[in-house]
């Protein structure tokens, strides 16, 4: 049974830091692209990272870039999103997902196929 499963999230304070992890687990996701989603109350989830399994290219929204990194550790088969000089409009559920196959640098959502339980980042003024 194919799993990503999310860790990490929590309450800081803006200007903070959190380190997300996603563990996969039930296939092998080398030919995947893996990428970070969020979503807020009353909103759409909308893409914030993505990265080859196998590594390579990473890519982010403009409102990211500079202070997310995403990255992957083969060894460990985890995928995180370092986020750093967080503010209170990266407050919602941020969730994992991953492609079948590799393409190119996928943003929506319709191109994930699995996808995480999510785990709540809120940043407060």
């Known amino acids: 049974q194919v799993k990503l499963v999310e860790s990490g999230g929590g309450l800081v304070q803006a200007g903070g830091s959190l380190r997300l992890s996603c563990a996969a687990s039930?296939?092998?996701?080398?030919?995947?692209?893996l990428g970070w989603f969020r979503q807020a109350p009353g909103k759409e989830r909308e893409f914030v990272a993505g990265?080859?399994?196998?590594?390579?290219?990473?890519y982010y929204v403009d409102s990211v870039k500079g202070r997310f990194t995403i990255s992957v550790d083969n060894a460990q088969n985890t995928v995180y999103l370092q986020m750093n000089s967080l503010k209170p409009e990266d407050t919602a559920v941020y969730y994992c997902a991953a492609t079948r196959g590799t393409l190119r640098n996928p943003i929506s959502t319709d191109e994930y196929y699995y996808w995480g339980q999510g785990t709540q980042v809120t940043v407060s003024s």
């Open positions: 990265i080859r399994w196998s590594g390579g290219s990473t």
């Open positions: 039930g296939r092998t996701f080398r030919s995947s692209n």
